[in-house]
């Protein structure tokens, strides 16, 4: 039998909407928007002069009505770029469900974000997603990952960010990612074996929906839990390619009555409809059950 993987999110993130901070009109219409969460980025997306009124705009958002129904993260600017320190208060007074980092490159970059968040006495529900978009941030990722496990990490998530890594490598941005698919494994490796969810990167043309499909199709295909988007449009395709299908929920549903069954306590492995399945299948069983309730709870 297999020995169990650690512990996964039991958190929806299909569909990871990035919004710049500066733009007060698109913070407040996350509110009727379908996705599972939202990157307040106070980052790449808001110009150097910007920065105190993107901090100002997010303060007055997080004021108003809550966001229900979805996690809110908030990138900040790395602690090196003379804004992160500011960025960082802003996130002790907000409470966010998490801080995404920046171009994590090792695992002293999380460590040093954790460290200021328990210092702070910040709420255990305040966690880390760290965005890998660097070829060290990639060839550290298990070494990443792996702190994620250590006591106070606060680690969840990783986001990979590959127009950043293009640059640095000089990959070309082509249809299918050939070049790119052994540092997206890489990276799945990584937070499977360390019990972490993985966030594909961006897809920059939001009018080509073909490709956009296209996409999201590959990037479920190699594991990854969900999609950070740049646009309200690619929505509805990424919570449909990373959503629990019908038939998976229904497989997932006669696994765990299977498992209820008072003949099968004790039991690691059984025997269901001529299947071997392992007790670690009902953990991803219940997993999957849940998430489908979030999804039709939201429905609803």
Same mark, same amino acid.
């Given at each position: 039998?297999?020995?169990? @993987?650690?512990?996964?999110?039991?958190?929806?993130?299909? @569909?990871?909407?990035? $919004?710049?901070?500066?733009?007060? =009109?698109?913070?407040?219409?996350?509110?009727?928007?379908?996705?599972?969460?939202?990157?307040?980025?106070?980052?790449?997306?808001?110009?150097?002069?910007?920065?105190?009124?993107?901090?100002?705009?997010?303060?007055?958002?997080?004021?108003?009505?809550?966001?229900?129904?979805?996690?809110?993260? /908030? =990138?900040? %600017?790395?602690?090196? @770029?003379?804004?992160?320190?500011?960025?960082?208060?802003?996130?002790?007074?907000?409470?966010?469900?998490?801080?995404?980092?920046?171009?994590?490159?090792?695992?002293?970059?999380?460590?040093?974000?954790?460290?200021?968040?328990?210092?702070?006495?910040?709420?255990?529900?305040?966690?880390?997603?760290?965005?890998?978009?660097?070829? =060290?941030?990639?060839?550290? @990722?298990?070494?990443?990952?792996?702190?994620?496990?250590?006591?106070?990490?606060?680690?969840?998530?990783?986001? $990979?960010?590959?127009?950043?890594? =293009?640059?640095?490598?000089?990959?070309?941005?082509?249809?299918?990612?050939?070049?790119?698919?052994?540092?997206?494994?890489? $990276?799945?490796?990584?937070?499977?074996?360390?019990?972490?969810?993985?966030?594909?990167s961006v897809f920059n043309d939001f009018k080509?929906?073909?490709?956009?499909?296209?996409e999201c199709a590959h990037a479920r295909a190699?594991?990854?839990?969900?999609?950070?988007?740049?646009?309200?449009?690619?929505?509805?395709?990424? %919570?449909?390619?990373?959503?629990?299908?019908?038939?998976? /929920?229904?497989?997932?549903?006669?696994? /765990?009555?299977?498992?209820?069954?008072?003949?099968?306590?004790?039991?690691? $492995?059984?025997?269901? %409809?001529?299947?071997? /399945?392992?007790?670690?299948?009902?953990?991803?069983?219940?997993?999957?059950?849940?998430?489908?309730?979030?999804?039709?709870?939201?429905?609803?």
């Amino acid at each position: 039998m297999s020995r169990n @993987s650690p512990a996964r999110s039991l958190s929806l993130r299909r @569909s990871v909407l990035s $919004v710049p901070a500066i733009n007060a =009109r698109a913070l407040e219409k996350t509110h009727v928007l379908d996705c599972d969460a939202v990157i307040f980025d106070l980052e790449d997306s808001v110009a150097a002069e910007k920065k105190d009124e993107a901090r100002a705009n997010l303060k007055a958002f997080f004021a108003g009505p809550a966001l229900a129904g979805k996690e809110r993260i /908030i =990138r900040i %600017n790395a602690l090196s @770029s003379g804004f992160g320190l500011a960025d960082m208060e802003l996130v002790r007074a907000l409470e966010p469900d998490a801080v995404l980092l920046p171009k994590v490159d090792e695992p002293q970059d999380v460590m040093a974000i954790s460290d200021m968040l328990g210092d702070a006495d910040a709420a255990e529900t305040l966690r880390i997603w760290a965005m890998i978009e660097t070829p =060290r941030g990639i060839l550290n @990722s298990a070494a990443i990952a792996e702190f994620g496990r250590t006591a106070g990490s606060r680690l969840d998530c990783f986001v $990979v960010g590959l127009n950043d890594l =293009r640059k640095e490598t000089g990959v070309l941005p082509q249809p299918g990612r050939t070049y790119l698919v052994p540092w997206l494994m890489q $990276v799945i490796l990584a937070v499977r074996a360390y019990g972490l969810d993985a966030i594909d990167s961006v897809f920059n043309d939001f009018k080509d929906a073909d490709g956009f499909e296209a996409e999201c199709a590959h990037a479920r295909a190699m594991g990854f839990d969900g999609k950070m988007l740049i646009h309200p449009a690619q929505i509805e395709i990424a %919570n449909r390619h990373f959503g629990p299908d019908d038939a998976a /929920i229904r497989e997932a549903e006669e696994i /765990i009555a299977a498992f209820a069954d008072p003949a099968t306590e004790g039991l690691n $492995v059984i025997n269901s %409809n001529g299947r071997m /399945i392992e007790r670690l299948h009902l953990v991803q069983a219940e997993s999957l059950v849940h998430k489908s309730r979030l999804i039709a709870e939201r429905k609803s």
